[in-house]
């Protein structure tokens, strides 16, 4: 684990293994440590890269505005600082949509693309993130925020709650004690959500390009979850011409994290091909 700068910013990062580069993206409100059951065994084959996205983890807080284009513009940066040509993605949620809106802007960057449960394949999006778009209810559960009230909302996560790490939780709540934390996820959050689901400036572009998408792609969704509807997942696959779509049982938003050893398999032999 180590600091690197990128466009001014402070980055952390986690760099292990050697080989052709991946680099995993993590989602909303989460960090590194979203990614620690995937690290060693994807780094057998590949030089593994994940990082605190700007504006999260242990990162630098403050942003301009936050929207995809500058998200996908950071991530290229992040890719030169490290002096990468080209890359493979693996992105959760938020992280997929950035990964997903970088493919199509910058293809020739990108080598394969893995996407889990991610955002931009329509409007639906949980209740609970549409609800904390909205003023002042996203502060009030910051303020909120112990032990109980973040397992709860982290449970909405995972299909089985046992499944979800209590070391993730004490994390997240040391996180967002950090100055300028909560204000980065609520800003992040409000720049593509609001009461009625995804903005619609985020999700019909990529509807509209996502077809000429030239990358291998391989779609990972868990059938239960709770944040973006496994109807995407299939809508996804119907669009996006080179992709392969595994769907896991009993298994909510991380799959990553809630099937570990068989994700891991699956993203090797995708990435193997």
């Known amino acids: 684990m180590r600091y690197v700068n990128v466009d001014g910013r402070r ?22 440590e979203w990614w620690q059951f995937n690290v060693n065994f994807l780094s057998q084959k590949y030089r593994v890269m994940a990082f605190d996205f700007h504006g999260f983890g242990h990162s630098s807080k403050a942003m301009e505005k936050f929207s995809l284009s500058y998200a996908s513009k950071f991530l290229v940066s992040f890719f030169d600082t490290l002096k990468i040509d080209k890359v493979s993605l693996v992105g959760n949620s938020m992280g997929g949509l950035i990964s997903l809106y970088t493919a199509l802007q910058y293809p020739e960057r990108i080598e394969k693309l893995v996407l889990v449960n991610n955002a931009g394949f329509g409007q639906k999006i949980s209740f609970l993130l549409r609800l904390s778009s909205l003023f002042p209810v996203g502060e009030l559960a910051l303020i909120l925020r112990n032990q109980f009230t973040v397992k709860i909302l982290m449970d909405q996560l995972f299909y089985d709650p046992k499944k979800l790490p209590l070391r993730l939780v ?23 959500i609001n009461l009625w689901g995804l903005k619609k400036e985020i999700w019909y572009p990529i509807l509209k390009k996502v077809a000429s998408l030239p990358h291998p792609t391989l779609i990972v969704w868990g059938e239960q979850d709770r944040i973006t509807p496994v109807s995407q997942a299939y809508r996804g696959q119907e669009l996006i011409k080179h992709s392969n779509l595994y769907i896991f049982e009993r298994c909510g938003h991380m799959p990553q994290i809630e099937w570990a ?9 995708f990435l193997e091909l």
């Open 11 to 32: 980055i952390r990062f986690l760099e292990q293994g050697e080989g052709f580069p991946l680099l995993l993206v993590h989602g909303l409100g989460a960090s590194v």
């Open 261 to 269: 050893e068989e994700f891991n398999h699956l993203v090797l032999d």
């Open 170 to 192: 004490n994390y997240a709540l040391k996180i967002y004690d950090l100055p300028e934390s909560g204000k980065a996820l609520l800003q992040t959050l409000r720049s593509g």
